[in-house]
């Protein structure tokens, strides 16, 4: 790939306008419809069993329904012969005991009885424990990466790289809002290794702006962003499509339980990607940078930048 | 010279590489469904393992090999079917006190094991396997101490010939009123000699005495709380008949118990969740039942019903409680009845031959307590409730004095016997639990998730390396050897560190496969940049490494704290995946750094170069 010269910095309103678009959008669907949390911070019970056989789901809602399990969905997982049934925390009905009382009600004169793939219960204490160890995690990742690049960098940096990530954050969630998929603990983690993963592509092109800022005295702060982006555009995407490739893998052979994991990976990889090139670095031009801010910084570098 | 490593890096680089390769070869081998028997208790002898091995030979599966190793025998069968077959046997033949454990035995040949090399540590969601959270009632626990020094208070008082009018409970006080104001002093005594964990507070009345459960009483109680039921526990499940099984405490009143292997999850609920204890009490015979089902049951009596439904009035006083049993096995009496022998602790049969002398000939009953947590939604809010559920479970009429050991009889079947002595026999818990969360995974479903994610793993790697190889040439197959270098890496770790593997680990590995070349991509970007710009071959090698460094260095560390922050808040599978993650990393900087330059070196180095193949 050749060095490319595109004016990214200078058409910013453009990414920036549609950014603004999906964010809102995003955040609209968040605020309105929510995300559909899963039973690991709203706590109940799942249930997944298999037959040999495709499964007659209207069969299984009318027996659970007789047997008083009437909250309970049914529904196909993965494949037609597998079978997911969620149950909400029930009035007046031991949660602990559910899922055995579930399956042998399922169970009941059938002559092949479904197998058991797995249950998940979660009490309500641990339910509200989880979500608020989940809402942690992405405070203090957030909070010690702002001062990590406040530190190698300069604050309208952290501040710029933060904005990047959280925009990808915010519209990878809207569209999983937006399309009603299950948010759960696993696709927690999806979303903090996304940060990472945001992170780590808007750095790069941070990494060439000080270079450049120390490199070309005589241009503008938007002239010398402008050649960053392009030198690492190559590298942006050429990374972006290794991973996509894994994720690729994963989403379409990881299985079911992992879908979501890998739906989140893509679409965050995509966004991140997007972010790195045409967010990151006019949020750090419009907060103020200038090379004056990394005079000092830049010598503190020069030790960590000649280790082997 | 350019481009030259010294000896020692390349010594260390290789040894790396070797190390790795060592450690992580158990993971090839993989394992073999196998039955493993051991008692109790004591270890089996050489006769008793013959016996075994004689039995599972008699069911004619095929036996790989039979050990017997450490007093415990492990026979090692083809398939899950001969597993299950085997072991069903061997529970009905071998009896309460031998525990019979599937396992998986690892096939890692003899001089692995012996450098302490062993395949990586799979989590429940690979292996098929119960995970339980269990919650310790904390209120319930003190409140036990306090009927208990309730009790004890009495007694002492009674011994000590100090005479009161009442020993009462009242919101969480103790309050004791003498019958005269001169016994205080002695009281005062006996209080600061026997029951310094009580507080005593003295009220505006002379004859009255209040004492409260200490703080520190109460920490130490709740403390033991955790403790006692983490060794309750793992008793408990040593009779459930599991191989490894992980039992550890969560946070201040949680503690998670991992069975892998386990199917039967009602049986094992069942087990672990309830808090089974007996109390003994007296027959009250002096008084009308039927006056008490009819609503007015005497002062220190309380009604109770029979398992057959009829009423009976029993002492309110109790005689002993669960935690004073200190074994008790099922047998059959003399008659063939299921039984349970029951011994007790020394304040335990001093309390029962004390009663038992002055009662002989008069029925004593024996109340089976069970605590049944739930959690219910009433009005839109959860509370946690506690059914408490009394069965009189047997009435006999005392035959002798005894004290330290004797039989209970009544139950319906030797399976009720076994199930009761179960309980028992691991003690009464010191307060009860409640299963806060379940996750199990049937063994199909493990093999799935395995299978699943070999194959995205493989996939996903192969896509990669065909990409890199396509769009850097030779320096594309060089960073392909530092990727293949650093899943062997991580590999090697997970199995040496014996951390849990799980799904979402697969998947890190994964994503670290996709994001591990991106320092290559970085190094070899720049190396094509100092080529545009007219540098020498060898000169654009060594400026890229150099220059990329940098930004490697704040790209991964940012990845790092990321995981690092995941590894802290995350439980379970999430910790697994940020596991993987941060190996992954670290392992990537070293491999994709390091290792490509040792090879790069290897090829470009000390020589003219006209072009590079990149």
């Not at chain 1, 079978?83 to 004169?109: H, M, P, W």
């Not at chain 2, 002093?185 to 004859?207: C, H, I, N, W, Y």
């Not at chain 2, 896509?463 to 890199?468: G, K, N």
Request: hydrophobic share 45%; proline share 3%.
């Amino acid at each position: 790939m050749k060095t490319t010269n595109i004016n990214f910095i200078g058409n910013r309103n453009i990414a920036l306008i549609f950014s603004g678009v999906l964010s809102l959008i995003s955040i609209i669907s968040l605020a309105t419809q929510g995300l559909h949390m899963g039973i690991d911070f709203t706590g109940g019970t799942l249930i997944e069993i298999g037959y040999q056989q495709p499964a007659d789901l209207n069969a299984l809602r009318q027996k659970l329904d007789v047997e008083g399990f009437e909250s309970a969905t049914v529904q196909n997982f993965g494949t037609a012969k597998d079978v997911l049934i969620r149950l909400k925390l029930q009035e007046g009905v031991s949660s602990a005991d559910l899922s055995t009382q579930v399956l042998e009600t399922i169970n009941k004169d059938v002559a092949e009885p479904a197998s058991l793939r797995r249950v998940e219960f979660v009490g309500p204490q641990v339910g509200d424990d989880l979500a608020q160890d989940g809402f942690l995690a992405l405070l203090y990742s957030s909070l010690a990466i702002l001062v990590y690049i406040a530190w190698r960098f300069e604050w309208k940096f952290s501040l710029g790289a933060i904005i990047a990530t959280f925009h990808d954050v915010i519209v990878t969630l809207g569209l999983f809002s937006l399309l009603g998929l299950e948010f759960d603990l696993t696709v927690l983690a999806a979303v903090l290794a996304l940060i990472g993963y945001s992170l780590n592509d808007t750095i790069v092109v941070y990494d060439r702006i000080r270079e450049g800022f120390r490199e070309f005295r005589d241009k503008s702060t938007e002239e010398i962003m402008n050649i960053s982006v392009n030198v690492t555009l190559s590298r942006t995407i050429m990374t972006s499509l290794t991973v996509l490739l894994v994720l690729v893998s994963l989403f379409f052979l990881g299985g079911e339980t992992i879908h979501n994991f890998a739906l989140v990976l893509l679409f965050g990889v995509f966004f991140g990607t997007y972010s790195s090139i045409f967010i990151a670095s006019p949020a750090a031009l419009m907060l103020g940078v200038s090379p004056a801010d990394l005079m000092i910084p830049v010598k503190d570098n020069s030790d960590i930048a000649h280790l082997p | 010279m350019q481009n030259h490593f010294p000896l020692w890096k390349n010594i260390v680089i290789i040894l790396a590489f070797i190390i790795s390769i060592i450690y992580s070869l158990p993971n090839l081998y993989g394992d073999d469904p196998s039955v493993q028997v051991s008692h109790a208790i004591n270890k089996l002898t050489q006769s008793q393992a013959n016996d075994i091995e004689s039995m599972i030979k008699s069911t004619g599966v095929t036996v790989k090999t039979f050990e017997f190793k450490d007093g415990k025998t492990v026979a090692r069968l083809t398939n899950t079917d001969d597993q299950m077959k085997v072991a069903d046997l061997l529970h009905d033949k071998m009896g309460n006190d031998y525990t019979v454990a599937l396992n998986l035995a690892p096939n890692t040949p003899a001089w692995l094991q012996n450098i302490g090399a062993q395949a990586m540590y799979l989590g429940l969601d690979l292996r098929g396997g119960v995970h339980f959270l269990l919650e310790v009632d904390m209120d319930a626990a003190v409140k036990q101490a306090e009927e208990r020094y309730n009790d004890d208070l009495r007694l002492a008082l009674r011994e000590a010939k100090i005479h009161y009018q009442a020993v009462t409970k009242d919101n969480g006080f103790i309050k004791i009123t003498l019958k005269s104001a001169d016994d205080k002093t002695q009281l005062m005594a006996l209080l600061s000699k026997e029951f310094r964990g009580l507080t005593v507070t003295e009220p505006e009345s002379d004859e009255q005495i209040w004492l409260k459960v200490s703080e520190t009483e109460v920490r130490e109680i709740k403390k033991n709380a955790v403790a006692q039921n983490m060794t309750t526990l793992r008793n408990r499940v040593n009779e459930l008949g599991v191989a490894e099984p992980v039992i550890q405490q969560q946070g201040e009143n949680r503690i998670m118990v991992q069975l892998p292997g386990v199917q039967d999850t009602s049986r094992a609920k069942e087990i672990l969740g309830t808090t089974a204890t007996l109390e003994y009490h007296m027959a009250d015979t002096e008084h009308d039942v039927q006056q008490a089902v009819s609503g007015h049951a005497p002062v220190g009596s309380k009604l109770y019903y029979e398992k057959n439904g009829s009423p009976i009035l029993l002492d309110k006083r109790i005689i002993i409680t669960g935690d004073q049993i200190v074994d008790s096995s099922s047998s059959s009496d003399d008659d063939g009845r299921p039984s349970v022998s029951i011994s007790l602790n020394g304040i335990g049969a001093a309390k029962m031959g004390k009663l038992t002398q002055i009662s002989i000939g008069k029925p004593m009953a024996v109340v089976f307590i069970e605590y049944k947590n739930e959690t219910r939604i009433v009005n839109g809010q959860k509370v946690r409730h506690k059914e408490k559920v009394e069965k009189v479970i047997s009435v006999a009429t005392i035959q002798g004095v005894f004290s330290k050991r004797f039989q209970t009889t009544g139950l319906d079947s030797p399976q009720e016997a076994r199930n009761l002595s179960l309980l028992l026999r691991a003690g009464a818990l010191a307060a009860p639990v409640d299963i806060v969360e379940e996750r199990t995974v049937g063994p199909s479903l493990g093999q799935d998730n395995i299978n699943k994610g070999m194959m995205s793993f493989f996939v996903g790697f192969a896509l990669v390396v065909l990409f890199m190889a396509v769009y850097y040439k030779l320096f594309g197959l060089i960073a392909n050897m530092a990727l293949a270098f650093n899943v062997v890496i991580v590999v090697a770790i997970l199995s040496m560190l014996q951390a849990t593997l799980t799904l979402p680990g697969i998947a890190g590995i994964i994503l670290t496969v996709g994001m591990s070349v991106d320092a290559n991509v970085l190094i070899f970007e720049r190396i094509k940049e100092e080529l545009n710009n007219g540098n020498t071959p060898q000169s654009s090698i060594f400026a890229g490494y150099e220059k990329a460094f940098g930004t490697i260095f704040d790209s991964h560390f940012t990845n790092l704290v990321v995981a690092v922050v995941l590894f802290a808040f995350g439980t379970g599978s999430v910790k697994g995946f940020a596991v993987t993650l941060i190996i992954g990393i670290l392992s990537s900087m070293f491999t994709a750094i390091t290792g490509t330059r040792m090879v790069i070196n290897w090829i470009y180095g000390d020589k003219r170069v006209e072009k590079l193949s990149i």
